[in-house]
């Protein structure tokens, strides 16, 4: 995304400014409404009597993509020292106070990064008995990630503000206003981050939580963790790195040893591959099927998916490709997952961006059940979905999009009173902060669904075509090319 978050079609030749609109605020869920309207009508006007018709008889590009674009895609090089020690300490269990866990034990590189099984929380701690409180996100697609800020959203000089100050303009818990309706002031927006709650801004920062975790790696201390660097295996590697004196440190060793982790993560290109389908039909090097392409139209259109809303599709007018997040935070009032250890107890609620994990924003009663937008790269490598869990399928996942609104009686479960227990996992007094004014969530009980099963299937399998991997087909030579001719 570029500084001003507009996005371009791939075949479409304007400039960002043409087809700019102000992006939502504070979740920015409506960000791509002219960019997306603009690619309806592209899409449509590519539209020719030779192209396949679908089901519902209505035309449909053949799939190629007929203005390939050159992709800005991160440099593939042999990784530093400093990164050669990231990668083994990535892959080392003995970093752990149990000796069992390492940092791949969550993050399986064959799994996007995501972790290798479908439980909703990992195991981990000494004796690794202890579950955690969220499923573990993806490592995948970071390199581009900017720190944590909450600010406005509105224009090109975007300010970080102080927390003090959003603090200030916080005298109730009644939802940030969002772009949906008439232009309202510019809004305090929370983007950026690690983690779902953002409460790390570096990689460097997030490597630090795990390690120290009682539920997760369990190192009791960093006096603990940096014991175990100066083993013989690291021990010569961090001297000739950072210098003699780093094994008589520990705060310097194992902050060394987080920025090697960093390292790693930043330059080993499997981190950042771009290697799928989609991309490769960016480039014009792979054709989307019939029910891909509806897809892509359907996850870009705002009247149906509006997915792209959240999750940005198109190249960047530098070039960089879509990372399908806008790294920005949403309460979507998904339901709570009974199987979760936490949630035994009724009175517990986990709120994202102001508690329990992250500490600094637990007065900010507006940003309470806001989590980050993950990137939908690799998601179908994924078990689980959601902050909590809550769904194990994509079908699932669509199906809350879809109903949420309009039938929620098929999501939420009764009370004992008979009544639905709407926005179940977030506190009464907090559920004006669930999005309700952008699609699909702006309909009321009763209303049609804004996508049709076919709709659903088809995002799905455009979804598909986000993971690595894809091996593009042959292209014909220069002079293969000209005799066809």
Same mark, same amino acid.
């Given at each position: 995304m570029d500084a001003i978050g507009y996005t371009l079609l791939p075949f479409d030749t304007r400039s960002p400014q043409a087809c700019a609109r102000r992006r939502r !605020?504070?979740?920015?869920?409506?960000?791509?409404?002219?960019?997306? !309207?603009?690619?309806?009508?592209?899409?449509?006007?590519?539209?020719?009597?030779?192209?396949?018709?679908?089901?519902?008889?209505?035309?449909?590009?053949?799939?190629?993509?007929?203005?390939?674009?050159?992709?800005?895609?991160?440099?593939?090089?042999?990784?530093? =020292?400093? !990164?050669?020690?990231?990668?083994?300490?990535?892959f080392d269990p003995s970093l752990s106070g149990s000796g069992r866990e390492a940092c791949a034990s969550c993050h399986s590189p064959q799994h996007g990064y995501n972790p290798p099984n479908d439980l909703t929380v990992q195991p981990g701690g000494v004796e690794m008995n202890r579950l955690g409180q969220r499923p573990a996100p993806s490592l995948a697609y970071l390199y581009r990630q900017q720190p944590f800020s909450i600010g406005p959203d509105s224009s090109p000089d975007d300010v970080t503000v102080n927390l003090n100050v959003v603090a200030a303009s916080a005298s109730t818990h009644a939802r940030a206003q969002k772009s949906a309706g008439a232009a309202p002031p510019p809004a305090m927006v929370p983007q950026g981050g690690l983690f779902w709650d953002g409460r790390a801004d570096s990689l460097q920062r997030q490597a630090f939580f795990p390690a120290l975790d009682p539920a997760e790696m369990a190192n009791s201390s960093t006096a603990t963790l940096a014991s175990a660097l100066i083993r013989p295996a690291y021990r010569r590697q961090f001297t000739q790195l950072f210098g003699p004196t780093i094994v008589n440190d520990p705060d310097r060793l194992v902050s060394e040893a987080m920025f090697a982790l960093a390292r790693y993560q930043i330059e080993d290109p499997s981190f950042h591959a771009f290697t799928s389908k989609y991309d490769a039909w960016l480039q014009g090097k792979a054709t989307l099927s019939p029910a891909e392409m509806r897809g892509l139209k359907a996850f870009n259109d705002p009247q149906k998916g509006n997915c792209a809303a959240c999750h940005l599709s198109q190249?960047?007018?530098?070039?960089?490709?879509?990372?399908?997040?806008?790294?920005? $935070?949403?309460?979507?009032?998904?339901?709570?997952?009974?199987?979760?250890? =936490?949630?035994?107890?009724?009175?517990?609620?986990?709120?994202?961006?102001?508690?329990?994990?992250?500490?600094?924003?637990?007065?900010?009663?507006? $940003?309470?059940?806001?989590?980050?937008?993950?990137?939908?790269?690799?998601?179908?490598?994924?078990?689980?979905?959601?902050?909590?869990?809550? $769904?194990?399928?994509?079908?699932?996942?669509?199906?809350? $999009?879809n109903l949420r609104s309009v039938q929620p009686e098929k999501i939420y479960p009764r009370k004992a009173n008979g009544k639905l227990a709407i926005y179940n996992d977030i506190p009464e007094t907090l559920r004006g902060n669930v999005d309700t004014k952008d699609a699909p969530f702006d309909r009321k009980v009763g209303d049609k669904p804004a996508m049709s099963n076919l709709d659903i299937q088809d995002i799905i399998a455009f979804v598909h075509t986000l993971d690595d991997g894809f091996t593009p087909p042959p292209q014909p030579s220069k002079t293969e090319a000209i005799g066809a001719n």
């Open positions: !605020a504070p979740s920015l869920k409506a960000a791509l409404c002219l960019t997306v !309207a603009c690619s309806g009508l592209l899409i449509g006007g590519l539209v020719s009597g030779a192209n396949a018709q679908s089901d519902t008889g209505i035309a449909y590009p053949s799939g190629v993509n007929p203005h390939p674009v050159t992709l800005n895609l991160p440099p593939v090089q042999p990784l530093s =020292a400093v !990164a050669q020690l990231g990668k083994q300490l990535f190249v960047t007018a530098d070039g960089l490709p879509p990372l399908f997040t806008d790294t920005q $935070y949403e309460a979507l009032g998904v339901p709570r997952n009974p199987h979760l250890p =936490a949630n035994k107890d009724a009175e517990h609620f986990d709120l994202g961006l102001c508690g329990p994990i992250r500490k600094d924003l637990t007065s900010q009663k507006q $940003y309470c059940g806001m989590f980050l937008t993950p990137t939908l790269r690799n998601v179908d490598r994924r078990a689980v979905f959601f902050h909590n869990g809550a $769904y194990t399928t994509l079908k699932q996942v669509m199906d809350f $999009y």
